[in-house]
């Protein structure tokens, strides 16, 4: 039942995406220039131009402590909506972590083990990473250092716990271990923290020590195929095709893992993504070449990016707070392969409530994007009545966010209303 390969939608795109290039040379960047931040294996996986790549034994024997992962119709929520839309879910929630993370964490801990690495350095938002990577560095006996977004770890204490009972370092970002942290204080001492300023950290402590390597949960081409684990088992799930595919998007993930395989095998499943209205990248960002980080470590990556200076508000969905979007979910955007659009803080609160009364499973605040999705459209097709079949990601429950529906459900949430002035300042910063 779980799959034997990985599917990487790379060659079967009409184009393949622009490379990454060199931040001092601008040319594209070679394997060599990732070697002090990746193993070699991953590298060849991020570059590849093979459509499925075997999933070794070692991490299919992972795998198998939680795949493959349920599916089920949402027989119940239909029901309260009164739609004649048939709504099934991909249940990520079953892993150790509690999200879809572990199903890159694990082979990435894996390649780094095999290569002979002794650490792993990363950064996390909501802390869902953090904690995958750190189990995931528990089963191949490997060190884990984590910068987790200074917003979740004092919004979020129960994550940092779960990444410490699991073995793993945990830094609040900006930190004063870091070069780039230390600048970043002294400029801003209350810095709420940002994605692209923990990247900075974790990739400086990476690349000065020769045994210790980066590992990235979102973003990069080899995450997105790892996910697609989440996909293969959906398309033997499910009874039926789905005529559309709704996930959130941070780094795109979670929703390239559900839908890549449903865009090989079917013609007529449409995909959108869904992303916060506090951090719109796909809807209101701006296509080009930028850094992954806030300090400009990282190669450039031509994506939807909102500037590797913006620092969105602390939205409760710490995953979805990422400047950028996947290179290659950007490029199949721009080819018009699928649609996105924005949702805020509290309709998707109300989304994920609804959920939890209907469905019984609390839906973590990233996943409750694609339900309040979901829920509008299956009301849409209540007025038409379509009966249309509806594939979402759940992609994480939410036993360590309960403080966030507790600020919900005593109305103390805000949305926060992003102004163009923002996003035109952060814009200006784009490397030219
Ligand atoms: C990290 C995370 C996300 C965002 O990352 P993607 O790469 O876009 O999937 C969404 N949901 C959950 C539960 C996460 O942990």
């Known amino acids: 039942m779980i799959p034997s390969n990985w599917y990487n939608i790379i060659p079967d795109l009409p184009s393949p995406p622009p490379p990454p290039l060199h931040p001092a040379t601008m040319q594209p960047i070679g394997p060599d220039d990732l070697a002090p931040l990746f193993p070699m294996e991953l590298i060849a996986q991020e570059v590849s131009t093979e459509r499925f790549i075997p ?40 892993s150790p972590a509690g999200s879809h993370k572990p199903n890159t964490a694990v082979p990435q801990a894996y390649y780094n083990a095999k290569a002979g690495v002794r650490k792993l350095t990363t950064e996390t938002g909501a802390g869902q990473w953090g904690s995958s990577l750190a189990f995931a560095c528990a089963q191949f006996g490997l060190e884990c250092e984590v910068w987790m977004v200074r ?8 994550r940092r716990s779960l990444m410490r009972v699991y073995g793993a370092t945990v830094h609040a970002s900006p930190s004063p271990v870091t070069g780039a942290g230390t600048k970043i204080l002294a400029e801003d001492p209350g810095s709420t923290g940002s994605l692209g300023i923990a990247i900075s950290e974790a990739v400086e402590v990476a690349a000065a020590a020769e045994d210790t390597r980066y590992a990235l949960g979102s973003v990069l081409n ?60 796909f809807t209101r960002g701006r296509y080009a070449y930028d850094y992954g980080d806030t300090a400009g470590f990282t190669p450039l990556m031509k994506m939807h990016t909102l500037g590797h200076d913006f620092v969105p508000d602390p939205i409760h969905a710490g995953g979805l707070r990422y400047h950028g979007m996947s290179p290659l979910l950007s490029h199949m955007y721009e080819l018009g392969m699928f649609e996105a659009v924005a949702r805020s803080q509290r309709e998707c609160f109300e989304a994920g409530v609804h959920f939890a009364r209907t469905e019984g499973i609390v839906p973590a605040p990233e996943p409750t994007h694609a339900l309040a999705e979901t829920i509008a459209e299956a009301l849409r097709c209540k007025e038409t009545g379509e009966e249309k079949v509806i594939l979402t990601a759940l992609c994480g429950h939410a036993h360590f966010d309960l403080a966030a529906y507790d600020r919900y459900l005593s109305g103390e949430m805000q949305d926060f209303a992003l102004p163009q002035e923002r996003i035109d300042q952060a814009l200006d910063g784009l490397p030219g």
């Open 55 to 94: 999933i070794p034994q070692e991490v299919l024997d992972v795998y198998r402590m939680w795949r493959p992962t349920p599916l089920y119709r949402a027989h119940r929520l239909e029901k309260s909506l009164g739609t004649p839309a048939r709504i099934y879910y991909k249940y990520e929630g079953v």
């Open 151 to 158: 917003a979740s770890y004092d919004q979020k204490p129960y």
């Open 222 to 281: 080899h995450v997105l195929m790892h996910q697609t684990v989440i996909g293969e088992e959906a398309l033997k799930q499910l009874p039926e095709m789905p005529d559309l595919v709704i996930g959130c998007t941070g780094g795109g993930s979670n929703f390239a893992g559900l839908a890549f395989p449903f865009l090989r095998e079917s013609s007529k499943t449409k995909l959108r993504a869904v992303e916060p209205e506090a951090c719109p990248s």
